[in-house]
């Protein structure tokens, strides 16, 4: 046998081998074996709360009154809707094991009923689909399933709970920034009633109200009492001027003086002396009891103050899912897309015969 008549044999059977055989098998898969796979699609995104004036930007955000929404929300939510957490919850309901198996006669698509929780993670993945709009970072979730009833309610029952996921990170976020505020507003209040607290026992033990009012009445009186006692000093002087030391006039004024000087002493005692008991002392340790419910009540409104923003900032941080596009139970099965598969599968197996052609070409022509 010639050497072109073996050459055409081998190209034939390569043909055979790399292109006929597998593309009948490709057409077999895809005619009987495969099963129709149905798909559910919903748009969602993430709002963020807020009290603000709509935003000027108008648009879909302005529509919705989104403020901020970020990418990092819906990178949260796929993350969370791709996960263990997601399967652990809608696993009884759903019966994911079961309910991707058929028959087994699909072994692309089907899982395996004896699946480990990490496989069936995997298959979960290939299974939903999160594509994100870069620009509205709007969520689009497809779920894939062999029933179209199936694949509508897991969507739903994804969007459910991935709108309880957002919800209780908001509120668990807001409620620790109000635990605090109203922590502080707790231990600035304690604070008050213990300064306000310690002033009344300062008050009921000292039998005084105000050392400070005390000391400037005991003042205004000393300065009343030595303008008094200048007054009859004066008089005293005319006196003498024409009496005898011993005049009655002149004793009489000498009395008035000595008591009105013994009046200042006892007057000007009442503020100054070693005594605790002295309103000068008094007056100083009544200032430091006041300064600290001073200081404790500013500080009290500060904490109230601050408690009231910390609500308001907890508010406007709240988020909520919006559903732009509600999933939908689909009447055509979207995969196998047949046609698609069968003339793609033919053209890439030609490829690749032709490519083993090239490659045996090169071999021979170094043999030769």
């Given at each position: 046998m010639s050497t072109k008549r073996k050459n055409k044999i081998i190209d034939?059977?390569?043909?055979?081998?790399?292109?006929?055989?597998?593309?009948?098998?490709?057409?077999?898969?895809?005619?009987?074996?495969?099963?129709?796979?149905?798909?559910?699609?919903?748009?969602?995104?993430?709002?963020?709360?807020?009290?603000?004036?709509v935003p000027s930007g108008g648009g879909l955000s302005a529509l919705l009154g989104v403020n901020s929404t970020s990418k990092e929300d819906a990178t949260y939510l796929t993350e969370y809707i791709l996960s263990n957490d997601m399967i652990k919850r809608l696993d009884n309901k759903f019966q994911f094991r079961e309910a991707y198996y058929?028959?087994?006669?699909?072994?692309?698509?089907?899982?395996?009923?004896?699946?480990?929780?990490?496989?069936?993670?995997?298959?979960?993945?290939?299974?939903?689909h999160i594509d994100l709009d870069e620009q509205s970072y709007i969520?689009?979730?497809?779920?894939?399933?062999?029933?179209?009833?199936?694949?509508?309610?897991?969507?739903?029952?994804?969007?459910?709970?991935?709108?309880?996921?957002?919800?209780?990170?908001?509120q668990e976020v807001a409620r620790d920034q109000l635990v605090f505020a109203e922590t502080q507003l707790d231990e600035s209040q304690d604070r008050l009633n213990e300064a306000k607290e310690q002033l009344l026992t300062y008050q009921n033990t000292n039998e005084i109200y105000d050392p400070q009012a005390n000391a400037q009445i005991v003042n205004q009186l000393i300065g009343s009492l030595q303008a008094q006692l200048s007054s009859l000093r004066t008089e005293e002087r005319q006196l003498l001027s024409y009496l005898n030391p011993d005049a009655p006039q002149?004793?009489?004024?000498?009395?008035?003086?000595?008591?009105?000087?013994?009046?200042?002493?006892?007057?000007?005692?009442?503020?100054?002396?070693?005594s605790?008991?002295?309103?000068?002392?008094?007056?100083?340790?009544?200032?430091?009891?006041?300064?600290?419910?001073?200081?404790?009540?500013e500080l009290y409104k500060l904490s109230l103050s601050s408690l009231e923003k910390a609500r308001l900032e907890a508010f406007k941080k709240m988020k909520n899912l919006i559903v732009i596009s509600t999933p939908y139970e689909a009447e055509d099965a979207l995969y196998p897309r047949r046609a698609y598969i069968i003339w793609t599968s033919l053209a890439l197996l030609i490829m690749l015969y032709g490519f083993?052609?090239?490659?045996?070409?090169?071999?021979?022509?170094?043999?030769?």
């Open positions: 034939f059977s390569l043909f055979i081998g790399l292109v006929i055989l597998p593309w009948v098998l490709v057409i077999f898969y895809v005619m009987t074996l495969a099963h129709p796979r149905f798909i559910s699609t919903s748009d969602v995104v993430v709002k963020q709360v807020s009290d603000a004036s058929v028959d087994g006669s699909d072994p692309i698509y089907e899982i395996n009923p004896e699946a480990s929780q990490e496989e069936l993670l995997e298959y979960f993945k290939k299974r939903v969520l689009s979730v497809s779920t894939e399933a062999f029933d179209s009833d199936y694949a509508h309610e897991l969507n739903k029952a994804i969007l459910g709970e991935s709108e309880q996921f957002v919800n209780r990170i908001s002149v004793v009489s004024i000498r009395s008035q003086i000595r008591a009105v000087e013994e009046q200042i002493t006892q007057e000007q005692t009442k503020l100054t002396s070693p605790t008991t002295k309103l000068n002392r008094q007056a100083v340790q009544f200032e430091t009891i006041k300064a600290d419910v001073d200081f404790a009540t083993v052609r090239l490659v045996m070409a090169v071999i021979r022509d170094h043999r030769s």
